[in-house]
């Protein structure tokens, strides 16, 4: 049931009909999430977001308004279903860091980097990327352009709908070379 709820509110065109996303996420632009795995309390919580214009982003805003509580809980329930986001190839680079000493994005996610007072994402987002139900939402195997414009986003302010502006807070401090080593090394976990 939920599948066909997916299907007739149109989330399958950018979402995919198995959750990865479609072009852009694995594009260069990074528009689409990938839902494949994902907690459905956060899927449901993004869509009141766009709704309440909490999270901005019109034509969001102009699908989530169309979808009913209770299919929005379909949809939800359906995505949550899915096998989790498959991670994407590790690079070349990514594969000769594995072997060596952590890397400062595997650092910032495991341990984060109290100089700074960052906790690290695994508090939030879990071992591996796979969330926290109630917590943080599944971002291991995200695509990257689209963990990397997230991040920006955070950091720029022109996202906030996180708890407290927590995200606001955690991204604020991230350069952009951390960002990006950051997105990469969580879109292939």
């Not at 709820?5 to 979402?15: F, I, M, T, W």
């Not at 594009?27 to 909490?54: C, M, N, V």
């Not at 860091?97 to 996610?109: I, K, M, R």
């Not at 960052?118 to 291991?140: D, M, Q, Y």
Request: charged share 20%.
């Amino acid at each position: 049931m939920g599948r066909e709820k997916a299907d007739s509110e149109r989330c399958l065109e950018c979402h995919g009909g198995s959750g990865e996303g479609q072009g852009f996420s694995v594009g260069t632009d990074g528009k689409f999430a990938k839902l494949a795995g994902q907690h459905p309390e956060y899927i449901i919580k993004q869509i009141q977001d766009f709704r309440s214009g909490k999270r901005k982003h019109e034509f969001m805003k102009m699908m989530a308004t169309g979808i009913s509580d209770a299919d929005l809980a379909d949809i939800a329930a359906y995505f949550a279903t899915l096998p989790p986001m498959p991670a994407a190839a590790k690079s070349a680079q990514a594969h000769q860091q594995a072997t060596a000493p952590l890397s400062h994005a595997q650092q910032l996610y495991a341990r984060g980097d109290p100089a700074r007072k960052l906790p690290a994402c695994t508090s939030c987002h879990g071992e591996n990327g796979k969330g926290t139900a109630g917590v943080g939402p599944v971002i291991g195997g995200q695509g990257q352009r689209y963990l990397e414009q997230q991040l920006h986003d955070w950091r720029s302010g022109s996202r906030k709908n996180s708890a407290g502006g927590v995200m606001n807070q955690l991204a604020a401090p991230l350069s952009d070379a951390e960002i990006e080593a950051l997105a990469r090394y969580v879109s292939e976990m």
